[in-house]
C-alpha cells in the first residue's frame, strides 16, 4: 500500500511563494499527482509527475525524486484564490490512486 | 463534455435506511472510483472498476457497503443499513488510461445519517 505525507496547514502572503512537500512510500510507483480542492467542492488536477525532475504549468510547478520518494508542488505569485487544499496521491501499478490527508493554504492579504 | 454525474447531491436519512449513491462517469473512461471525504480520514479509496469489472475493494469498510457497476455508463454504492459514522461526502471519479490518466471528480454526493 502507500504511506503518504504532507504537512497540514501552511500559511503565506498574497504574492509570495509557497512549497508543499510530500513524501510516500509504495509498492510499485506508476505516477505522483497533485490536486486542489476549494472547501466545498470536488478535487480538480494540478499536476502530474512519473519521470524525476520538474514540471511547470504557469504559476506551478511540481517537482518529483523517486529514489526519495519525495515531490514538491511549488506556487508562485499567490493569489486570494489559491486558498484550498492541497492534495497529493501516488498511482500504482496496479493503477489505484491513494491520496495524503492535504495541505491547507491560507493565503493573506 | 458532461464531466462525472453523481446524484443525490445532498441525503439526509435515518440510521438504519438504505442509501444507494449513483454515478455517471465521463464517456470513453474505463476507470471508475468511489472515494469518501471525512475531516478525520481524508479521502479514501472505497472501490474502483476498470471495465467494470471490480479491481480492488479493499477500502469498503465492511459488508454493510456494497457497488455495482453493470455498464460502462452507471455506477451504484449502497448502503445498507446505514450508520451515522456513515455520513461523509462520498465522489465519484473516472480516468482513461490513454495519456496521463487523471481522475476526473463528480461534486460528490454529501450523506447525513441522523
Known amino acids: 500500500g502507500q504511506n503518504i505525507d504532507q504537512p497540514t496547514e501552511m500559511t503565506a502572503t498574497e504574492g509570495a511563494i509557497v512549497q508543499i512537500n510530500c513524501t510516500y512510500q509504495t509498492s510499485g510507483f506508476n505516477g505522483l499527482f497533485w490536486y486542489q480542492q476549494h472547501a466545498g467542492e470536488a478535487p480538480t488536477f494540478l499536476s502530474y509527475n512519473v519521470l524525476d525532475g520538474l514540471e511547470e504549468k504557469g504559476r506551478f510547478s511540481s517537482f518529483l525524486s523517486r529514489s526519495k520518494g519525495y515531490s514538491y508542488l511549488l506556487l508562485k505569485e499567490l493569489q486570494m484564490k489559491d486558498s484550498a487544499s492541497y492534495l497529493c496521491a501516488v498511482r500504482s501499478n496496479d493503477y489505484k490512486l491513494s491520496f495524503g490527508a492535504g495541505t491547507t493554504v491560507t493565503v493573506r492579504a | 463534455d458532461a464531466g462525472v454525474i453523481q446524484s443525490p447531491r445532498h441525503e439526509v436519512t435515518e440510521m438504519g435506511q438504505e442509501v444507494t449513491l449513483r454515478c455517471k462517469p465521463i464517456s470513453g473512461h474505463d476507470y471508475l472510483f468511489w472515494y469518501r471525504q471525512t475531516m478525520m480520514r481524508g479521502l479514501e479509496l472505497l472501490i474502483y472498476f476498470n471495465n467494470n469489472v471490480p479491481i480492488d475493494d479493499s477500502g469498503m469498510p465492511e459488508d454493510r457497503f456494497s457497488a455495482k457497476m453493470p455498464n460502462a455508463s452507471f455506477s451504484t454504492l449502497k448502503i445498507q443499513p446505514s450508520e451515522p459514522r456513515d455520513s461523509a461526502v462520498y465522489f465519484c471519479?473516472?480516468?482513461?488510461?490513454?495519456?496521463?490518466?487523471?481522475?476526473?471528480f463528480g461534486e460528490g454526493s454529501r450523506l447525513t445519517v441522523l
Open positions: 471519479a473516472s480516468s482513461a488510461t490513454l495519456s496521463v490518466g487523471e481522475l476526473f
